[in-house]
């Protein structure tokens, strides 16, 4: 009896086991993929960043050509302040995104007990 319980025990902690390391592997891959999304969000974030300059200048240059029209001049001067505001939203968040660490969120996500 004490000989099949003990098989019992070590085939029950060999399957634990095996899950725990499927569960790691896994748990790398994911980690792995999401370090990959977050570049590619911070590439596309750089390129939307440079887009907004360019799109601050050129409502600047329009800006500048309607001088002579008041109320088309206030127009595009509240659509540049506009533009401006949303670039230096998407240059904060570009730069949040940069600075992001999966490892990081994974170990804020988990309890405290839990975290060395």
Wanted: avoid cysteine; charged fraction near 20%.
């Amino acid at each position: 009896m004490d000989r099949i319980l003990t098989y019992l025990m070590a085939v029950v902690g060999g399957v634990a086991f095996l899950f725990m390391v499927k569960l790691m592997y896994d748990m790398t891959g994911h980690m792995a993929r999401m370090t990959d999304q977050v570049a590619v969000m911070s590439a596309d974030l750089g390129r939307m960043r440079g887009q907004m300059e360019t799109l601050v200048g050129q409502v600047g240059g329009i800006e500048s050509a309607v001088g002579h029209m008041p109320q088309l001049a206030a127009d595009v001067a509240g659509m540049r302040e506009s533009v401006a505001a949303m670039a230096g939203i998407i240059h904060r968040g570009g730069e949040q995104i940069e600075r992001l660490n999966p490892l990081e969120m994974m170990q804020q996500i988990m309890p405290p007990a839990q975290r060395r």
